[in-house]
């Protein structure tokens, strides 16, 4: 490590062509993955600390403190500084203290062992309870079929709007177009989830779209934050959202209160499937859904259908492979391209390629799913 004395001396940058510079000397000895240790630099009017996920001479992403990935052109910071030899995240305290200044009195601020959730006053147990709990059966269901989730880098943060119209207004200041009609989103880039009180604080008020909501956002947050999946190289949209789909139904979620088959069933998604779906599927449509996301924005109602009813078949008939198979996805180097070709060559490693044998068995098994 010799090499890389001026910033392991903690020596400060602050001309760009320096920063650069010393970045790079710095990670001219990591290897093509992610550096293990933890720099500082200021870009704009921001001091960022984080880890180094991908680089060049022109583009950095940097893995923040409180989980937000930040992209930026090392040319336009300075003050550049090693802090640390390997990444350590913000504290539950320290990102409680970060959210208090962020949204000031409006909205307060409870904490679990997991998870900080921002909400409206006077309903922390509802929201954080709820949370806490959907992150503790997500990982229960993994842990029994053999997976090894690890332990998130930094606390899950939650933020949930008084109502609808200030759900939108964040989203849109924060750059994010929402679709009409969303209840809730979990965004990658500052590994929050979103959403707002369906009750708009009405006592009485039906609780269930609020639940629907957190059980599905949740489980993208906790899958992206325990290895389940990468967020740092996206899985397949089919993946992510047939898991998120999936945990929808109680018997998947909370299985011990719900034990049968039929309770790990997504009635909506399945009647979607049945109408929208089945009436003209083929080998091709199945081959579409794994190598692109396209389906998503030409047939969205299908699409989702179809990943769930994907993902359900193969955990239920596959489990092992299955398990390779989110294993394979996840393991990918970050900040990469998936390609379609890439994609199908990764689910035909697991499945086979016979696209007309896996089409005859996957409806087959749907057929019987009432």
Known sequence: MEQIDPIANSRRFRRP???????????????????????????????????????????????????????????????????????????????????????????????????IVVHPRSKGNAWAGRFEELYRWCLHYFRVRGYRPREPQFPLVAVVYRNQADYYRAAKAGGMRLQPGMLGHYELKSNRV?????????????????????????????????????????????????????????????????????????????????????????????????????????????AYATAWALTFYLVETQPGRYADYLALTAGRPPLETYTADERTADFAAVFGEDWQMLEARFLRFMEGVK
């Open 17 to 115: 062509w320096l920063l650069i510079a010393a970045i790079v000397a710095l990670l001219s000895s990591q290897q093509a993955s992610a550096a293990e240790f933890m720099f500082r630099a200021r870009v704009g009017d921001q001091m960022l600390e984080g880890q180094p996920l991908a680089w060049s001479a022109t583009e950095m992403f940097l893995l923040g403190r409180d989980g937000r990935l930040h992209e930026f052109d090392p040319r336009d910071a300075t003050e550049g500084q090693k802090t640390s030899p390997r990444f350590v995240g913000y504290s539950m305290p320290e990102i409680k203290r970060e959210l208090y200044r962020e949204f000031g009195d409006s909205l307060d601020v409870t904490t679990t062992q997991h998870y």
């Open 194 to 302: 979103h959403l707002f009180d369906v009750t708009a604080g009405q006592s009485g008020g039906d609780w269930s779209e609020n639940a629907a909501t957190i059980i599905h956002e949740a489980t993208h947050q906790t899958a992206f934050n325990t290895g389940i999946h990468s967020r740092f190289t996206a899985p397949p949209l089919w993946v992510a959202e047939g898991l998120a789909t999936m945990f929808e139904a109680p018997g998947v979620y909370n299985s011990r209160a719900f034990p049968r088959q039929a309770d790990r069933i997504n009635q909506e998604q399945l009647r979607q499937f049945q109408e929208l779906a089945v009436p003209g599927h083929g080998p091709e449509r199945l081959a579409e859904l794994i190598a692109s996301d396209r389906p998503f924005r030409t047939r969205p109602s299908a």
